[in-house]
């Protein structure tokens, strides 16, 4: 016969009693299995047609026919949609991944110093990026997905605050554990809306997301990312003054280098 999955739940009751509850869990877990499979072949399937309209696009903006504001207009739109549907790919991508490999040295200092230099980019030489990191630092884990989960954070930081303001970043051990922060002066949120921040496509404000190019799926893939880390998100804003993401790396993950030499 065909394997069962049950999810079994000891409880104490009473005085030394205790109670075995046990739900077969099978169809949820297929059910879910199917939704994760329809999300990466759809995503996978939308990037072919996707690129092959950017190279026709890329020609039309060269030819004095065609009028440039729409040209510029399609092109616009176009590359949102690419960039929602490679986030889409991310997310199904870490989303299956169950285990990551607890052998693999992930180097931050060169993670964190391309983050760096992304979100530089990103903000124009608008906001005054710190990058404050322990160079002898580092992890064992996923490294698409801990640069996924960093660079998403640091881009949001640069996203949601105004041009001139300071974004830090920082790296550094926090007792026995690695503690990353990203910290902005920008909007801030308000409490009510923090709890459902890491939801996919939950926007506080749906227009201005849209403006600054998110897709929403920005923290769902953070979320998920650092759950195969033991980790969690942590979320401290204060609407008008700024807001801070971090998370903690727990010890048994961090590797601290050694930099005297014999
Ligand atoms: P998006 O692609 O819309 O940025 P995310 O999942 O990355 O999606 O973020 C979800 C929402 O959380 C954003 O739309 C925004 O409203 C809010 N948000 C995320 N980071 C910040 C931040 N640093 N400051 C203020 N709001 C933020």
Redesign the pocket.
């Given at each position: 016969s065909e394997s069962r999955l049950l999810e079994i739940r000891i409880m104490a009751y009473g005085d030394n009693q205790k109670l075995l509850l046990a739900r077969d869990v099978t169809r949820l877990r297929q059910l879910e299995e199917m939704r994760r499979d329809f999300v990466a072949n759809v995503s996978h399937e939308l990037k072919t047609p996707l690129t092959v309209l950017q190279g026709y696009l890329e020609m039309m903006a060269m030819s004095p026919a065609m009028d440039e504001k729409q040209v510029s207009a399609m092109t616009d739109q176009t590359q949102r949609m690419k960039s929602l549907v490679d986030q889409l790919l991310t997310l199904s991508k870490i989303e299956v991944s169950t285990q990551v490999d607890p052998e693999h040295r992930i180097d931050m200092t060169e993670v964190l110093n391309q983050v760096h230099d992304e979100a530089l980019a990103l903000s124009a030489g608008k906001h005054q990026l710190v990058l404050d990191i322990d160079p002898g630092l580092h992890m064992y884990g996923d490294e698409l997905q801990i640069r996924s989960a960093c660079a998403?954070l640091v881009q949001?930081?640069v996203?949601?605050s105004p041009a001139g303001t300071e974004v830090r970043i920082s790296w550094r051990r926090l007792g026995d554990v690695g503690r990353f922060e990203v910290q902005?002066c920008?909007?801030?949120?308000a409490l009510e809306h923090i709890p459902r921040?890491t939801e996919r496509f939950?926007?506080?404000?749906r227009a201005r997301?849209r403006q600054?190019g998110?897709?929403?799926?920005?923290?769902?893939i953070v979320k998920h990312a650092l759950s195969h880390h033991n980790s969690q998100l942590d979320i401290h804003s204060t609407p008008g003054k700024g807001?801070r993401?971090g998370f903690s790396i727990p010890a048994n993950l961090i590797v601290v280098q050694q930099t005297e030499k014999a």
């Open positions: 998403n949001n930081a996203h949601y902005d920008g909007e801030g949120i921040l939950y926007r506080v404000d997301s600054t998110g897709s929403g799926l920005g923290l769902a807001s993401f």
